[in-house]
């Protein structure tokens, strides 16, 4: 089970041009429009360092808010990627963040509503 670092590290928020890069640079390599992204990005409220404890007991981390309940999963496609490297590598998070986005469009048959639904379900 994950369980995250003390409270010692306060989270930060993302530098502009990190995010703005990072997030144009995966959407257009999963081929996705980056403003839902953005949107995504913005909902999810994440900064460097966040950890948002869920009431089933899971955590949300870093700026994209990654389930932590999917950690097994993006270990498969991503084998260096840990849930360190998603809460405090912004552009890492942005990436795997987009490429799940990607993976729920694709679930949902290409319906970009539904997949953002399930993006955190």
């Known amino acids: 089970m994950f369980t995250p670092p003390a ?3 306060k989270p930060i928020p993302v530098p502009d041009e990190i995010y703005t890069q990072c997030i144009t640079d995966a959407a257009r ?15 999810e409220g994440g900064k460097v360092g ?3 404890r869920n009431t089933n007991g899971t955590y949300d981390i ?3 808010q990654i389930n932590s309940s999917n950690l ?7 084998p260096t990627v840990t849930w360190r ?7 890492a998070s942005f990436w795997v963040g987009t490429w799940w986005l990607y993976r729920k469009i694709v679930d949902r048959k290409g319906n970009v509503f539904e997949g953002i ?3 955190n379900s």
Do not use: Q, R, W
């Not at 390599?29 to 909902?43: C, H, K, Q, R, S």
């Not at 097994?72 to 991503?78: A, L, M, S, V, Y």
């Not at 490297?85 to 552009?91: E, G, K, P």
């Open 29 to 43: 390599y999963f081929g996705i429009d980056a403003e839902l992204v953005f949107t995504l990005f913005d909902n």
């Open 50 to 52: 966040t950890f948002s």
């Open 72 to 78: 097994p999963e993006i270990k498969k496609h991503f």
């Open 62 to 64: 870093g700026p994209m």
């Open 117 to 119: 639904a399930d993006y």
């Open 85 to 91: 490297v998603l809460a405090y590598d912004a552009c």
């Open 7 to 9: 409270d010692d590290v």
